[in-house]
């Protein structure tokens, strides 16, 4: 086998191990709060954050309680409250945004099963 042939199975060898490296279990890294999904509970319902929706934020709801995130097993992330805020065209039954300010909101949706409501279809950018 040549020298530059060797040299390209030796990379390959390492492409294919690192990310296998990168994953081990007990590696604490940055990544690990990132892979709780965002959610948050309001009036008994459940909204998860929907990306790329236009909406414009409506009137204070309340309260909306963001649970605890332990992805990592080791105590993780407390869970906290955020305000919750109207979603103008959209009833707070299906879609609200919550943020500390109105200019700082996540827009959040029920969702049943996978399928965003109608309603939040609309909303998406580019739909």
């Known amino acids: ?16 191990m690192t990310p296998v490296t990168a994953c081990a279990p007990g590696d604490s ?21 929907v990306a790329n929706v236009e909406f414009t934020v409506g009137a204070e709801l309340g309260d909306a309680v963001k649970p605890p995130c332990d992805d990592t ?13 109207a979603v103008t065209g959209v ?6 945004a919550v943020g500390d300010t109105p ?8 969702y049943s099963g996978n399928e965003l409501p109608p309603e939040v279809k609309k909303l998406v950018k580019g739909s």
């Open 1 to 16: 086998m040549s020298s530059a042939r060797r040299i390209a199975c030796a990379l390959l060898v390492v492409g294919v």
């Open 91 to 96: 009833s707070p039954e299906v879609a609200i």
């Open 103 to 110: 200019g700082d909101t996540t827009f959040v949706a029920v």
């Open 73 to 85: 097993g080791e105590g993780g992330e407390a869970g906290s409250t955020e305000t919750a805020y």
């Open 29 to 49: 890294s940055a990544d690990d709060s990132a892979s709780c999904v965002y959610r948050v509970t309001y009036q008994g319902r459940t909204y998860r954050d």
